[in-house]
């Protein structure tokens, strides 16, 4: 399976936010996408996802082009998590699991015995059991990142879509909530695309990335080979040095302004 992302131009009135960026990622591969500020990295989930209709361009999931379908046939093939989640209902955690259930659900008909067992598969997956009955308005950040990607989940898609998944998460928080997508991503063979600031977490984990710049592609590829000195230089306009540790691990550390 591939998601296939072709041509995409996107602008908000007159101000053209994606220009023609194209690339594919492989089922089981963890795709990051990074760049500065303001360079339309939300908004290209958003097309993905077709929350945002692109002006031109397509997606398609192999042969599936998701851009002509309805959001319920989209929710069923991708979950979404966007920047800061959802606002806390007063809903147990498995509650709001169990919504990503609703793209399954027939209009006019409740849950089902299969929508529970797939809820609390999504829940057991997260590590988040013991949380069950707890309101989500009383677990902690990390707690709920990892509810809202049960949620996810639950929605038994083919491919997740996840912006700043550790946002205001601290760094104990983060790894564990990366070392959670990368399991998820091998093991059930998903696509899973990630908007990240953290550079160095986004090389840690990634199999791929891909670089946005003032709308366009930069660079993709393998993370190793593209997030180079010279192109921290270019996109992010810093002076920076790039350490290289044990098991193929990096480190980038920024030095000045250029």
Do not use: W
Not at 93 to 121: A, N, Y
């Amino acid at each position: 399976m591939i998601l296939k992302v072709g041509n995409i131009h996107f602008s908000y009135d007159s101000d053209e936010t994606l220009k023609d960026v194209s690339f594919e990622v492989h089922q089981g591969e963890m795709l990051s996408i990074i760049g500065p500020n303001g360079a339309g990295k939300s908004t290209l989930l958003k097309c993905i996802n077709h929350l945002l209709n692109p002006s031109m361009g397509t997606v398609f999931m192999d042969n599936d082009d998701l851009l002509s379908m309805k959001q319920k046939e989209i929710a069923r093939k991708i979950g979404f998590v966007p920047q800061n989640s959802v606002n806390r209902f007063s809903l147990s955690v498995f509650d709001t699991i169990l919504m990503g259930r609703f793209p399954h659900v027939k209009r006019f008909e409740s849950e089902g015995l299969r929508d529970f067992e797939i809820s609390h598969k999504a829940m057991r997956d997260c590590g988040i059991e013991h949380l069950a009955g707890r309101l989500v308005t009383e677990i902690s950040g990390g707690e709920y990142q990892k509810t809202v990607i049960a949620r996810a989940l639950a929605q038994e898609p083919k491919v997740l879509l996840l912006d700043e998944p550790t946002l205001h998460l601290d760094i104990s928080h983060q790894l564990e909530l990366l070392e959670l997508l990368n399991v998820l991503t091998h093991e059930k063979e998903l696509i899973t695309v990630i908007v990240s600031h953290d550079l160095n977490l986004a090389m840690r984990y990634s199999d791929r990335m891909l670089i946005l710049k003032d709308g366009k592609v930069f660079k993709a590829g393998i993370p190793g080979e593209i997030l180079t000195v010279g192109a921290l230089k270019e996109v992010y306009g810093i002076n920076a040095e790039i350490r290289f540790f044990a098991e193929s691990k990096t480190c980038i550390i920024p030095i000045s302004k250029c």
